[in-house]
């Protein structure tokens, strides 16, 4: 826009203000000027003991703002030694929401509220000039005064990144900006450039950096000076906080000496999930270093042998001799046969020292079975295999290099470190081929994908050939190589060509013959040659079996074979010899068959060339290079070209028969035209693509990178879908989250990253300033915790994606992190031996003990140190030396037991010391201990008695080990093995052991449900736990002895066929949203249209399964008295691309939709008219939200206005209602024909398609018509003077006029205009001339009539030049010849309609008039100031437009304020009448005033929340009702007339529910209200004040009742405590802990003697919590009584969705209180009737929907039932009959019948509901 242009390199504010003059920017307090000695200049100094008291504000007006759109911030500043300071930003977020932004070295720790971000700023000189003290500043413990040592500093804030990490918003622009004592300061500017102030201009210049690159140096006027032989970073403090990618830009500027003289550091930061590519349309400059967004680790190898038809003699001799050493006469060795691959072996004798000798890890054929003895009966571990290898978490791990698409396209085969992976696209099913001991360096297919070769690396490389279809190993031989870089197979299969390296590092060309090999044949050499030439890639021609083609450093050469000699021709590079080529394509797609001269040869090279090479010829056609971006204008961008400049660097190419794709060093994916005239697609990844590959269908393209993804490109859907993520270095920890099925670990690439189990996404990571190496997750919360190498223990909210509590009392590295299984405790252990104990029931996790010396020092033990029993009451460790286990109090650490290991076996002549401890689950008498001789010993936890050992574990020392809840299972890992036993060591063969991870395990654990294994390691393998599905572990078997074939199948390696699960659910993060570009050769322009980019992102369509029907009067829902079956129905989520979001308007004026996450159930069944069981009465409440959605006719009497999806006509004489039902969604606007006898409104459509108008007879109450045009919302309705016309206009993102025939409502016509429209008029005196205002001007239209042809016309005017760059938000007429038009900056502008010129303006308010209202002389302002202005205009009539000029000192003498009102909220709608003496203004606070200028007074006529209504409750004689809302207000109301009687306001809280007491008496009634600190407060209505306030709570107060008799107050929390308060003096006399932990949801007390006779009691309590569990007691609260009558607990599967489960609630019946009615999340959607006598569920009634609320009715036998879909469903519950309403336009969150059960409340947002109750 034009009014960011301007704002292009840099804004100077000191100078854009004035600074020095004070006119625009305001001061207070000590603030002077000085000369600086070391910027050599004047600079200002701000001065005071309170920094409050003392600043310098821009602008000095609180009510302009500043308007600067850069992204980043630098202030140019010096703190003053000794004396703390203060920066405030007001930044303004797109959603117009101001936060403020604070700085100050005052400040302790970072502290977050929805409007203001305060971070702590580093005291002292910074050591790092580049992220410098970003890892301070959200450190706690900082608040110092600025030392002696500070220096000037440049401030540099990415403003965007800081309101979208810590805000979750966008950011629009910068207020303002407010300097506080004590600083000296420079300057202060923005930019969109991101500058490096150590940058001088020359050094740029020399490096290439240009501001179209985002970056480059400090502007002169901005810079400090640095004399000649210094530098930069030794004078002076560089603070940047900011995105991880802007810091990857500074690190690609550095210098080398400061780069090689400091250590980058980190900022502790919290994002959601990355799974996102990013597809643009510009190159942008080549990173030279990777985003410090770590990736996907290395995968684990599975370390195996071959089977013995395989292996040449020297493995089979290895085989047979690690066989016969380990293998007793009549003990077997038993390879299974299933598809899990293990190896397990036994000795003969089982003493009761278990396991010597008891392995080898090795890996036989998985079909191979040798005979066992006749005589034994063997008692071994079922079943077998125990384990199945289901998924893998990895790609790459010795190269990222290698992935291949299928002939079919359906699946991608990629290596994941000795394991080579092909997965299906469409499921994310994984096949594995194991059989390499070591990395896979290169692997490759054939043409029709029947054979698979894969390489590994080492020094002795190994060659397999696979069956791809079975997975079988059809032949492995060896080259005596050091490693192998290339593999390709012909088309045909028949010849294979590896290159690698010789031991005198030689490139050495090998050529094999496999042809024979799919028929049991031997692989033969058919060539070897040994070179000195450099080859990266080689590659088999397609059409010819004997050809191929390398390239590499220096070299683009072709190979033939030919009698048995490989040799090569150079192609002559000419001047292009000495670059560096990465690889080679020929063009696919032509028939083998055709001739080589035909053939195409495409290389790309490291300097970012493209060589077409003709391959009969041996020459180079053309040579091209990739460029970085050119600089850009006005959001337009040239196209790619090649031509010289530095390029960027080709790591892949692959060519189809219709394109060319490449993947660079930039991150680039690009797709070309063979022509490579410009890029017609590409898609952005966050590091550089390593590998491309274009399916052979042409329709997919395979993208890998370095930094560890693998995903492809749909070429027709333009959708990008990510394969496959993981850890980039070894994962060093992990935790699992039980109910949400989340898996966090921790790595030593520096991130935490957290895992859908199921689906594998990753959902979120974590960025800590140091190396996390412990997780742990809490029990029940989505919170985890996690230790860093460097003592810090951090706790996250992943729902908030916050930190919540940063502990830094540890000294070293955090060995040990785990929660108690209630969640009340934490405890952290680290390498210095400190142990420390934590509240984690307070949401900042405060630190309850710390004891030093506890733990045995060092990081061996890591990361499960410590170890907690089952039932919470003890916790275990190793120390306080290492051969001391201790036993401890898990609440207070009290040590309560010591076990010395070292003295256990007196036989050994070493010291046995204690490595890892473990819990039985099942039992806390059990506690098992690993130890350094390879021991796992059984210790009484009462006694400290050894109670049994088994000795050799693992060859290795045991890494960790787990028992399962059912105590028959432990499970350990050794090295690289994983073993499962048998917990109580009775069996012969007593455990099965897994190989596949190819470095030490650091973890492994059982899921906790018990059905799967966790490894962890280099990578994640994620086994699935079979030993559940077996009854019994013993199995007694008679084995005869089988003879083993040498053809039985031995001749390959099993492939896995653990399949994952089919019904993966959803991960919980929303998808990746992804940007395209499309640049198309031919022209697609629309006509006068400039070339434009679309910018699409990824939108999930979720189809919503319908039931039922319509059509019948009465319908019915399912009841049943038995349990049924779960029908279980499962959501499919698809991905649709639509254009580019275009930006609103920075004006309030403008409607926007308020969001919501609800979409209506189109297959409600709503009943005929006249037998619906309630009939809506009364709408409470006004949609402030709207714009103009209010109308009044004063003449005809018609009062009309809009409350969500519905229009109320109200009659003020009566006060009775009228409600017009047509719309689904949130009304926009409003507009009323001049006879009174037509209404218009118009909302979107419920499909998010057209918006939908309709028309509506004012008379009947009945629609007329229904018309729809408008792409987006509409923003304006007008009829014209005659109500001949009927004017729409589309808003922001569809800006069209529209002309209808008031008639017919047919389109006459439709103009499109170049930016959006605010409002629109009709003249009136001249139905044929309208205007209309927006943000590129105004624009006066004629209508033109031919008979039945309409000419719709206009002519766009800017804004005059005297009121700045604004945007025109209102107008209205005066008369014939002059029109009022209003600014987004507070001015009026008078227009000369005939000569369309402005001749007056002047400055009628101090912030954005919206609505502009003139009757006679007078005119109406309203503003978001909340300011209502009438001005007299008699003297505007005598003035003479052609001949004065406009100018703002004539409106002195024209225009007068007679007189002003300020209102609650922005003025979004007015109507007054002919003399403008009364009228009507609607404000956003959701209030309709009636405004009467003669009386100056305002009356409110209707009242409404303006946020969302949390609850809603009757008094007992149901004269009154009460409401509460998010904005914290109380509000009580009388019936029937629904008007407002009180209101009760608390600030800065939320009011979450409200009760009234019992009393019966009017006066000593009262209302309770819980908040969302943790308050209760009571009002008293007679005096309309607040009786009392307590603090029951440190959390929100969620659910609050009065008890039946009154005597006390019972209040749930969000943290699961219910309280018992004393209503008399405020004292807690109770509080419930059983629901502890999960949010209490509801809370019901009545007044009935307990059913259950060995109770007493005279009142039942019911307590419902979130995590479906019911509580019910017997109570007597005068007694002190209050027990347990029963407790319910409801199953449910575990819940996938994106947002939070259905809540969980519960209520009596009140025609018979024995009866519980419950619904929440479960199995099947249902409402449940519970007995309290027969303890069992009775009925069940089926619903379409979960609940989100439910009210049971005192007769007729009714429930209401709300739901997300909008609908109310109105069900008699004895016979299951139902009518569904469907008059909201949001989620329907309450509902609630009066006492009597004649009257129902429903609410959805703010929208309040009175329903008349007649029923089934």
């Known amino acids: 826009m034009a009014s960011k242009e301007w704002q292009h390199p840099y804004v100077n504010i000191f100078k854009h203000v004035k600074v020095d003059e004070w006119k625009k920017s305001g001061k207070q307090g000590d603030v002077s000027t000085y000369m600086d000695k070391t910027l050599k200049c004047s600079v200002f100094r701000i001065r005071g003991s309170v920094p409050a008291n003392s600043f310098i504000l821009v602008p000095k007006n609180s009510n302009h703002s500043l308007g600067l759109t850069g992204r980043y911030f630098y202030l140019l500043f010096r703190p003053i030694p000794g004396r703390f300071f203060v920066v405030h930003l007001d930044v303004v977020a797109e959603e117009r929401r101001v936060v403020r932004i604070s700085f100050s070295n005052m400040f302790k720790e970072f502290k977050s509220t929805s409007t203001w971000l305060q971070f702590p700023f580093p005291s002292g000189a910074v050591k790092d000039p580049v992220h410098g003290s970003t890892c301070k500043l959200a450190r706690p413990g900082l608040m110092e005064s600025a030392p002696t040592s500070v220096r000037w500093t440049c401030l540099t804030l990415d403003l965007q990144h800081i309101l979208s990490v810590y805000s979750s918003r966008s950011f629009s622009h910068l207020k303002a900006i407010k300097l506080c004592a004590n600083m000296a300061v420079k300057n202060m500017f923005t930019s969109d450039l991101l500058l490096n102030p150590e940058l001088s201009f020359s050094e740029a210049k020399q490096r290439g950096l240009a501001s179209s690159q985002g970056t480059g140096p400090m502007p002169r006027e901005m810079s400090f000076p640095v004399p000649k032989g210094s530098a930069w970073h030794k004078l002076y403090d560089h603070v940047i906080f900011s995105s991880d990618e802007t810091k990857s830009h500074f690190s690609s500027t550095e210098r080398s000496s400061v780069c090689s003289s400091r250590r980058s550091q980190r900022s502790s930061t919290v994002r959601g999930s990355p799974d996102q590519v990013t597809l643009s349309q510009s190159i942008q400059l080549p990173r030279t270093e990777t985003p410090s967004v770590n990736n996907l680790p290395e995968v684990g190898v599975v370390s195996t042998h071959q089977s013995e038809d395989c292996l040449d003699n020297d493995c089979q001799e290895q085989m047979s001799s690690s066989i016969s050493s380990h293998q007793p006469t009549s003990g077997p060795i038993h390879f299974s046969e299933d598809s899990g691959v293990h190896v397990f072996v036994h000795t003969k004798d089982n003493c009761s020292k278990d396991g010597e000798n008891s392995e080898e890890e090795f890996v036989c054929s998985s079909s191979l079975q040798l005979s066992e003895s006749k005589e034994t009966k063997q008692q071994k571990l079922l079943p077998d295999p125990i384990l199945k290898l289901n998924r893998i978490i990895g790609f790459g791990g010795a190269t990222t290099k290698h992935a291949l698409w299928t002939k079919s396209g359906d699946a991608v085969v990629y290596p994941c470190h000795a394991i080579v992976v092909s997965m299906k696209i469409s499921t994310k099913e994984q096949r594995f081929f194991i059989g390499h001991t070591d990395k896979v360096s290169a692997i490759a297919l054939n043409g029709n994908t029947t054979l698979l070769a894969s390489a590994q690396t080492g020094q002795h490389s190994v060659v397999r050939v696979w069956n791809y279809q079975k997975g079988n190993c059809l032949a492995m031989f060896r080259i005596h190589a050091n490693s192998l870089s290339s593999l390709s197979l012909s088309h045909s299969g028949s010849v294979l060509c590896g290159v690698g390296k010789d031991k005198q590092n030689k490139t050495m060309v090998v050529v094999w013959n496999t042809q024979n090999v799919t028929k049991g044949g031997e692989v033969t050499t058919v060539a070897k040659a040994h070179t000195e030439v450099d080859i990266h890639t080689m590659k088999i021609a397609f059409f010819d079996d004997t050809r191929m083609v390398s390239c590499g450093r220096d070299n683009i050469r072709l190979w033939r074979v030919r009698n048995g000699t490989l040799r090569s021709c150079p192609v002559n590079l000419g001047e292009y010899h000495s670059l560096d080529f990465t690889d080679v394509a020929f063009e696919e797609g032509n028939t083998s068959a055709a001739h080589p001269e035909d053939q195409t040869l495409f290389a790309s090279s490291r300097s970012g060339h493209i060589f077409e090479i003709d391959y009969s010829r041996v020459v180079v056609r053309n040579v091209r290079r990739l460029l970085p971006a050119q600089q850009q204008h006005l959001d337009r961008r040239e196209k790619w070209t090649f031509s010289t400049g530095p390029g960027i660097a080709i790591n892949s190419i692959s060519v189809s028969s219709s394109f060319c794709a490449t993947g660079s060093e930039d991150g680039f994916l690009r797709l070309w035209p063979l022509d490579f005239s410009a890029v017609f697609l590409e898609a952005e990844h966050e590091g550089p693509v390593s590998l491309v590959s274009v399916s052979s269908d042409s329709l997919q393209v395979l993208a890998a990178t370095s930094t560890g993804n693998i995903g492809f490109l749909d070429v027709t859907s333009r959708d990008y879908n990510t394969l496959m993520r993981s850890h980039t270095d070894t994962v060093l920890g992990f935790s699992v989250d039980g109910i949400r099925r989340h898996l966090t670990t921790a790595s030593a690439d520096g991130t935490v990253r957290i895992w859908n189990i199921d689906s594998l996404h990753q959902l979120f990571d974590f960025v800590p300033e140091d190396c996390p190496c412990s997780v742990a997750f809490h029990p029940s919360e989505q919170i985890f915790s996690c230790g860093s190498s460097s003592g810090v223990v951090r706790v996250f909210d992943i729902s908030m994606a916050t930190l919540l509590a940063e502990h830094t009392q540890h000294r070293g590295e955090i060995v040990g992190l785990v929660f108690s299984p209630s969640g009340e405790f934490m405890y952290s252990a680290d390498s210095e031996g400190s142990l420390t104990l934590y509240d984690s029931s307070e949401e900042d996790h405060s630190v309850i003990r710390v004891v030093c010396n506890a733990v045995a020092r060092g990081i061996k033990r890591a990361p499960d140190a410590l170890t907690v029993s089952s039932d919470g009451r003890c916790l275990a460790f190793v120390g306080p030396s290492e051969y001391i286990v201790t036993i401890a109090d898990a609440s207070c650490l009290d040590e309560l037991l010591h076990v010395d290991v070292s003295i256990l076996d007196v036989e050994s002549p070493h010291l046995d010391s204690a490595l890892k401890v473990c819990f039985s689950p099942a039992s806390a008498e059990h506690l098992l201990v690993a130890t350094s001789a390879n021991k796992i010993l059984w210790v009484s936890t009462k006694t400290g008695r050894l109670l049994r050992e088994i000795t050799n574990v693992h060859k290795h020392q045991c890494a960790s080990l787990a028992v399962s809840e059912d105590n028959r299972f432990l499970l350990t890992a050794g090295h690289n093995a994983v073993k499962v036993w048998d917990y109580n060591m009775q069996l012969h063969i007593n455990s099965q052991m897994f190989i596949g991870h190819s470095r030490p395990i650091c973890q492994v654990n059982f899921t906790p449900d018990q059905l799967g294994v966790i490894s962890v390691g280099d990578a994640i393998f994620i086994w699935d736990f079979l030993g559940h599905s077996v009854h019994s572990v013993i199995e007694n078997r008679s084995h005869s002895p089988t003879p083993v074939s040498a053809k039985a199948h031995v001749d390959g390696v099993h492939l896995c066929n653990g399949m994952p699960r089919k019904k993966a659910p959803f991960p919980s993060s929303p998808p990746p949203k992804l940007d395209f570009s499309i640049i198309d050769q031919a022209d697609q322009r629309t006509p006068g249209s400039s070339s434009f980019c679309n910018d699409t992102e990824v939108n999930a369509t979720v189809p919503v399964q319908h039931g039922g029907s319509g059509s019948s009067s009465a319908s019915f829902l399912k009841v049943t008295e038995l349990h049924t079956t779960p029908a279980l129905c499962s959501s499919h989520i698809e991905y649709n691309f639509q254009g580019r979001s275009p930006v609103r308007p920075d004006c309030y004026k403008h409607f926007i939709p308020r969001f919501k996450n609800s979409t209506l159930d189109l297959t409600a069944v709503t009943p005929p008219p006249g037998e619906e069981g309630i009939r809506l009465k009364t709408v409470i409440g006004y949609n402030g939200n709207g714009r103009g959605n209010m109308v009044w006719s004063p003449d005809q009497g018609l009062f009309a206005y809009s409350c969500g999806c519905m229009v109320v006509v109200e009659f003020l004489d009566s006060g009775c209602q009228r409600h017009l039902q047509g719309h689904s969604e949130e009304i926009s606007c409003l507009a009323i024909s001049n006879d009174a006898k037509t209404l218009a409104s118009a909302a979107a459509s419920s499909n998010g398609t057209q918006s939908i108008i309709c028309i509506w007879d004012v008379q009947s109450g009945t629609r007329r018509k229904e018309i729809s045009h408008h792409g987006g919302m509409v923003q304006s309705l007008a009829f014209s003077r005659d109500d001949r016309f009927f004017l729409s206009v589309g808003d922001f993102s569809d800006p069209k006029v529209s002309l209808w025939s008031s008639n017919t409502f047919q389109l006459l016509s439709s103009v499109s205009v170049s930016g959006p429209i605010h409002d629109a008029a009709f003249s009136p005196s001249s139905a044929s001339q309208l205007a209309c205002v927006g943000s590129h001007g105004l624009y006066f239209f004629h209508i033109h009539t031919h008979g039945l042809d309409v000419d719709f016309k206009g002519q766009k005017v800017k804004a005059p030049e005297e009121v700045g760059d604004v945007e025109l938000t209102a107008l209205c007429y005066h008369m014939d010849s002059i029109l009022f038009t209003a600014t987004n900056q507070g001015h009026v502008c008078v227009w000369d ?349 089926a619903l379409p929907h979960w609940a989100s609320c439910f009210s049971l009715a005192s007769k007729n036998q009714l429930i209401a039932v709300g739901s997300k879909e909008r609908v109310v469903k109105l069900i008699r519950w004895s016979s299951g009959r139902f009518q569904d309403f469907v008059q909201h336009s949001d989620s329907v969150q309450t509902c609630q019948f009066s006492p009597s059960g004649s009257l129902l409340f429903t609410v959805a947002h703010n929208e309040i509901l009175l329903w008349d109750v007649r029923g089934l």
């Not at 409110?1500 to 009757?1514: E, I, P, Y």
């Not at 009545?1646 to 109770?1655: A, Q, R, W, Y």
């Open 1393 to 1741: 309609i005939n000569t369309q010129r402005c001749f007056m303006t002047w400055e009628a308010d101090e912030g954005e008039i919206g609505v502009l209202s003139c009757r006679g002389n007078y005119l109406l302002t309203g503003s978001n100031t909340r300011w209502l202005r009438l001005w007299e205009m008699e003297a505007v009539q005598r003035f003479q437009p052609e001949v004065k000029d406009c100018n703002l000192r004539d409106s002195v003498d024209t225009v007068t304020l007679e007189q002003e009102l300020m209102l609650d909220g922005t003025v979004v709608s007015a109507a007054f009448d002919n003399t403008m003496d009364m009228g009507i203004v609607g404000t956003t606070a959701g209030t309709l005033w009636y405004i009467s200028w003669s009386d100056n007074k305002s009356i409110r006529l209707v009242s409404g929340h303006k946020t969302k209504v949390n609850d809603v409750v009757f008094s007992s004689d149901e004269t009154q009702f009460a409401t509460c809302s998010e904005d914290g207000s109380v509000r009580v109301w009388s019936v029937p007339s629904n008007e407002l009687v009180v209101q009760f306001q608390v600030l800065n809280q939320a009011c979450g529910c409200v009760c009234w007491s019992q009393s019966s008496s009017k006066d000593t009634s009262c209302v309770a209200a819980g908040y969302s600190d943790g308050t209760l407060r009571t009002f008293n209505l007679s005096s309309t004040e607040m009786e009392m306030k307590l603090q029951p709570h440190q959390v929100a107060i969620t659910a609050i009742q009065y008890s039946a008799n009154g005597h006390v107050i019972l209040s749930g929390a969000k943290n699961g405590l219910v309280a018992v308060s004393s209503p008399v003096n405020g004292m807690t006399i109770r509080v419930i802990k059983d629901h502890k932990g999960a949010q209490i949801t509801t809370i019901q007390s009545v007044n009935t003697e307990c059913p259950s006779p060995g109770l007493g009691g005279n009142e039942m309590l019911l307590t419902s919590s979130a995590d479906r569990r019911v509580s019910v007691w017997a109570v007597d609260w005068l007694k002190e009584k209050c027990d347990l009558l029963d407790w319910l607990t409801f199953p449910a599967p575990i819940y996938n969705g994106d947002d939070s489960p259905p809540p969980s609630l519960a209520a009596f019946c009140p025609a018979d209180p024995s009866l519980l009615v419950y619904t929440g999340y479960g199995v099947e959607k249902e409402l449940s009737f519970y007995s309290l006598t027969q303890k069992q569920i009775i009925k069940k009634i």
